[in-house]
């Protein structure tokens, strides 16, 4: 067959991609989808044995969006671990604008506030091709007081 991408294969060319502005709303607000996750988590802490567990105590320490360019059969290079805040931290710490511009990508509404990521995003082994996409994983890292009754 002529023109068989297998039997000839050709290395596509590569650009850098950068993504800046990064934010991502959960449903139906971030507050709610964070205390269901905590509601789920103490409830199979309970169904594995491990005894009850007090949902005060149980924080969420860090919240991590793991972001790489998929190829279609595994990540071109190790996926970058980037940490996200929520949109309220970060119009804080930054100037009268920055907090407008951030508080209207969630309609300034306090039960509506987005993860945000504070840095620009490299991703430099895209390829313009359909079998290529830029993957993202949200992940969370909890904590929880050790007692000496092992909760």
């Known amino acids: 067959m002529e023109g068989d991408a297998l039997r000839k294969p050709r290395l596509q060319k590569s650009v850098t991609w950068h993504l800046d502005d ?38 969420i320490l860090e919240r991590r969006l793991c972001v790489g360019v998929h190829n279609g059969l595994g990540f071109v290079q190790r996926p970058q671990v980037v940490v996200l805040v929520p949109e309220m931290a970060v119009a804080l710490t930054r ?23 504070r840095s620009r995003l490299r991703l430099p082994e895209m390829v313009c091709h359909p079998a290529f996409a830029i993957v993202f994983q949200l992940e969370y890292a909890f904590s929880s007081p050790s007692g000496a009754d092992g909760n």
């Open 95 to 117: 100037s009268a604008s920055f907090s407008r511009k951030v508080g209207s990508s969630s309609k300034a509404s306090p039960g509506n506030e987005a993860l945000v990521l």
């Open 22 to 59: 990064v934010f991502f709303t959960l449903y139906p607000s971030l507050e709610k989808f964070e205390q269901e996750l905590l509601e789920l988590l103490i409830s199979d802490h309970f169904r594995e044995g491990d005894g009850l567990m007090d949902g005060s105590a149980l924080d």
